[in-house]
């Protein structure tokens, strides 16, 4: 079945790099685009980025200058790498699946990043 | 970027009611639009996509209807696990924008 999973360091140094992992199960990176989506805790979601099956990105453009997706596809996984990390940054952060025009039918668990020293 | 102004913020029916939440987009959308369901502590899941299709699994109480830059979703005969916070979502243009939510509670 289709599966998405987060994993990464939950506690991030202010101005450091965040690095994330997304591995997927169930379905190809080259047949679906895998989106990077956060939520501050109790707030909205914010659309991050895509990878799309060829391997091309698109960011949000207001965290573009900070942000890189990235894949390997023989081990099914997505990365998101986002540099100078601030308090702002603190959400919870989730890959899913793309469907129908980028509307997202599977999502990972999440995973909370904090930042602080 | 699209804006999708949400409503309302928060809702409380009683079970077996209906209920409707409603999203504005600041332009037309062409029907490209998702409703999402998060319960809390857990991942948002995709209720209806291109505005009135219904994802598999989701019950048949849940629909979704508008167009052009009016949408809305509809909750039938409300039941408990339906608590949770709502979301829609455009993707006619990138990026994809989300709405605030709307928090829907039991009466």
């Known amino acids: 079945q289709v599966q998405l999973k987060e994993s990464g360091p939950g506690l991030v140094q202010p101005s450091q790099t965040l690095s994330l992992t997304c591995t997927v199960s169930?379905?190809?990176?080259?047949?679906?685009?895998v989106h990077w989506v956060r939520q501050p805790t109790g707030k909205g979601l914010e659309w991050m980025g895509v990878?799309?099956?060829?391997?091309?990105?698109d960011y949000n453009s207001a965290l573009k200058s900070r942000l890189s997706i990235s894949r390997d596809t023989s081990k099914s996984q997505v990365f998101l790498k986002m540099n100078s990390l601030q308090t702002e940054d603190i959400a919870t952060y989730y890959c899913?699946?793309?469907?129908?025009?980028?509307?997202?039918?599977?999502w990972g668990q999440g995973v909370m990043v904090t930042v602080s020293s | 970027d699209i804006r999708m102004t949400q409503s309302p913020a928060s809702l409380s029916a009683s079970l077996g009611e209906t209920v409707n939440i409603e999203c504005l987009a600041s332009?037309?959308?062409?029907?490209?639009l998702a409703w999402y369901q998060q319960k809390p502590g857990k991942s948002p899941q995709l209720l209806i996509y291109?505005?009135?299709s219904l994802q598999n699994g989701v019950p048949s109480r849940f629909s979704g209807s508008g167009s052009g830059t009016q949408y809305s979703l509809k909750i039938n005969s409300l039941q408990s696990e339906d608590v949770a916070t709502y979301f829609c979502?455009?993707?006619?243009?990138?990026?994809?924008?989300f709405g605030s939510g709307t928090k829907l509670e039991i009466k």
């Open positions: 899913a699946r793309d469907w129908e025009g980028s509307s997202l039918d599977y």
């Open positions: 169930g379905f190809s990176l080259t047949s679906y685009n």
């Open positions: 990878i799309w099956t060829g391997g091309s990105t």
């Open positions: 332009e037309d959308i062409y029907s490209d």
């Open positions: 291109n505005a009135n």
């Open positions: 979502q455009q993707y006619n243009n990138y990026p994809p924008t």
